[in-house]
């Protein structure tokens, strides 16, 4: 009950930030329309009486009319300000949303299923929201309505008071049948998000090859299939029950209503109602059942717009609480000493073992370190740990002695560069997709919405043409700029009808990128060439270390994650992993003379080229 009262709260906290005049102009005007309706039907029993020779016809002509002119200005004023105040909603919310999945420093959020499954819904639905005012208002006005047509019925005679309480008994059948939908919403989201990510398998453009290629196409549709049975089949089950149960109400005011006129044209010959009060009852009668039904519409809204505000509510303290743990030191101009890893443990989120344990490493300032290791050995993790996507369950990491976790986050990554193996393909120009290397000083489309806090720390002046034909050249991807058809301007990517490139050309532009920022404190690479051959890696190595001489003047560290140890062997410092823990580590030489694993996986890679 208290979810759900804070869930009401937030909901009109909604509205009401969207713009505080247009909510309250919105709910007078449902509230004015409301007593318009059943004042029309009194102007027309006045009317009616006054024809029997009771009464003045004027009276009732001022009432019915007086009435239908607030109803019409009413309808057509609520309207106006109905889609300025929805808009506002959805904005607003649409940007809060974006912020809450992308503000926590981490990444961890998104793989917690139940963050997942609240920021899903969320999105899913959070334009149902856009009607609050309207919602509640209309509730309201049905509220009003009623209490008026209570009063009317009441004066010609208190049994026709049943016609109403029947009228809830059609609300109570409409809001069990709404709680059990949006209950069996909430147990099938797993489902739902499931199916969204096999529609994804399924519908992406670059999965096209490997799908047909293993023939999945019918497998994955067939799980699709599955998915929205396994969703849907509940959500039908309750939406029948909650029909059937409203069906019965409906007849049984039918019933009633049937049995009302029979009743007052009863009283009107027994002389104890009048002509009007009969014709009062004929057109009030459908108004309670016509407010039963938008009160009832009302409610079963209103009750999904509860869980889609109580998802909101619920994410808001999550994820604010996540964002709390950003620091808000400033990172060192420069590396004098290096990154301390002391006795960092870490486990994925919902995770049970450990991925990494008890890892105490120094990464001297100035130096290149190669990680090695088995597959799922903890390399990539210790990367993410270092770029603070992720803070460590156990142990600290250190820069130049400070805590990482007292550091800005952003401030951090304003001062790392990285190249990865999963690189991200910008259907920007071409020019744009290496400039996101260094965002602050690409200027444009990347600068930061009005009133947002920025990702973006200004590093300097804009991009000059030398900046990007360092890049380019260190990147390798001087021959995919050359061929296409203008140059650093041509839009990349079909979607938006530009020019479509090989995974090898995208992997190139990403890292011209990796080589955009200067002076970074730290460079990642996770197997930034994995699909290049083991030459053009080593070259490109030498390219990265001839490039980072000013890496170096800041003391900054460059990190390559690599399975080819030819490459790796340049490195200062060697780490080696197995299962989540460093059995081995020191210079090419040191390992090779200490005659361990690594000595034994060199020789073995280094015969496969004899
Ligand atoms: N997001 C995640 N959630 C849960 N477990 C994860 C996640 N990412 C990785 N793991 C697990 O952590 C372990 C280490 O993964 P990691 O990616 O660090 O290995 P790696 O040494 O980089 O491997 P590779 O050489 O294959 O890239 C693996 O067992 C993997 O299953």
């Not at 709260?9 to 509205?15: F, G, K, Y």
């Amino acid at each position: 009950m208290r979810e759900r009262w804070d869930s009401l709260v937030a909901l009109v906290r909604i509205t009401v930030a969207a713009s505080p005049w247009l909510a309250a102009t919105e709910l007078l005007l449902v509230v004015v329309m409301a007593v318009a309706g059943p004042l029309q039907a009194y102007g027309v029993a006045r009317i009616v009486n006054a024809v029997t020779g009771q009464g003045s016809v004027t009276a009732g002509a001022i009432i019915l009319f007086g009435a239908l002119a607030v109803a019409f200005g009413g309808l057509v004023l609520s309207d106006a300000v109905r889609h300025r105040l929805e808009d506002g909603i959805e904005i607003g919310l649409q940007s809060e949303l974006l912020d809450l999945a992308t503000k926590p420093p981490g990444i961890g959020h998104h793989e917690q299923p139940e963050i997942a499954d609240r920021l899903g819904a969320a999105r899913e639905e959070f334009r149902r929201l856009k009607g609050t005012a309207g919602t509640i208002g209309s509730g309201l006005a049905v509220l009003i309505t009623t209490a008026t047509v209570l009063v009317l019925l009441a004066g010609i005679h208190p049994l026709l008071l049943t016609l109403p309480l029947l009228g809830v008994l059609r609300l109570w059948a409409s809001a069990y049948g709404a709680r059990q939908f949006r209950h069996a919403i909430t147990v099938t989201m797993e489902y739902n998000r499931r199916q969204a990510k096999l529609l994804d398998v399924v519908s992406h453009p670059g999965h096209g090859l490997e799908v047909r290629a293993f023939g999945l196409r019918g497998m994955l549709t067939d799980k699709i299939a599955e998915q929205f049975r396994l969703q849907n089949g509940p959500r039908w089950r309750a939406r029948r029950q909650g029909h059937l149960l409203e069906i019965a109400a409906r007849v049984l005011f039918g019933l009633a209503y049937g049995a009302a006129i029979v009743f007052v044209l009863w009283l009107a010959r027994a002389g104890r109602a009048t002509p009007g009060d009969v014709t009062m009852v004929m057109l009030l009668a459908p108004q309670t059942d016509q407010a039963a039904q938008r009160l009832s519409d009302s409610v079963r809204v209103l009750i999904a717009m509860l869980d889609v505000a109580g998802h909101i509510q619920w994410l808001r303290r999550h994820l604010g609480h996540q964002v709390a743990w950003a620091g808000a030191e400033e990172p060192p101009t420069t590396l004098r000493h290096g990154i301390e890893l002391r006795n960092v443990s870490f486990a994925y989120p919902a995770a049970e073992r450990p991925v990494l344990r008890d890892l105490s490493v120094y990464l001297p300032a100035g130096s290149t370190v190669a990680l090695v290791g088995d597959n799922g050995a903890g390399k990539t993790t210790m990367v993410k740990l270092l770029a603070r996507l992720y803070d460590p369950t156990d142990g600290s990491i250190l820069v130049d002695g400070a805590d990482l976790r007292a550091i800005n986050h952003q401030a951090w990554r304003s001062r790392i560069s990285a190249g990865f193996q999963d690189f991200v393909r910008y259907e920007y120009t071409a020019r744009e997709a290496i400039g996101l290397g260094e965002p602050s000083r690409l200027g444009g489309p990347t600068q930061p919405r009005a009133g947002a806090e920025s990702e973006v720390r200004t590093s300097g002046d804009a991009f000059t043409d030398d900046s990007y034909d360092a890049a380019i050249d260190a990147g390798d991807a001087r021959a995919v700029i050359d061929r296409l058809p203008d140059g650093l301007d041509t839009r990349l990517g079909k979607r938006f009808g530009g020019t479509q490139l090989s995974g090898g050309q995208w992997q190139r532009l990403a890292l011209a990128r990796a080589f955009m920022r200067e002076r970074p404190l730290l460079v990642l690479l996770d197997e930034p060439a994995a699909a290049l051959d083991p030459e053009t890696e080593h070259a490109l190595l030498d390219r990265f270390n001839a490039a980072s001489t000013a890496t170096r003047e800041t003391g900054g560290i460059t990190l390559l994650v690599s399975h080819r140890l030819s490459t790796v062997r340049m490195a200062d410092l060697i780490l080696v992993f197995e299962n989540g823990e460093l059995t081995e580590s020191g210079s090419h030489e040191d390992l090779m003379a200490t005659g361990g694993s690594y000595a034994e996986l060199f020789e073995l890679q280094a015969s496969a080229y004899r």
